[in-house]
């Protein structure tokens, strides 16, 4: 059986693919699933709001704008030791558990 597909784009999303026709079972299904993925929307409580405030790290802008500017001066020195001694540490960690 030679299967025929000429007629469809490379670049075609799946719901064209399934069938320009939308009056067909398969077309009307894939503008269903096409919808249906559109609509999705999330709405945090207010609980889940307030645990994802605590549990984010305050933010030293003020450092931040330091180290931008120097990696951008090409100024910034990386310790590779503290680097070193940082990961080894992880690892134990994570090890350990």
Not at 51 to 79: F, N
């Amino acid at each position: 059986m030679k299967v025929d597909n000429n007629n469809l784009h490379p670049l075609q999303s799946g719901t064209q693919a399934l069938g320009e026709n939308r009056n067909s079972a398969a077309g009307q299904a894939a503008a269903k699933l096409a919808a249906s993925q559109r609509e999705d929307q999330v709405q945090l409580s207010a609980a889940a709001r307030a645990l994802q405030a605590q549990t984010q790290a305050p933010v030293d802008q003020q450092r931040v704008s330091e180290i931008k500017a120097a990696l951008a001066s090409g100024q910034y020195q990386v310790d590779a030791g503290a680097v070193a001694q940082k990961i080894l540490a992880y690892t134990r960690i994570a090890q350990a558990d």
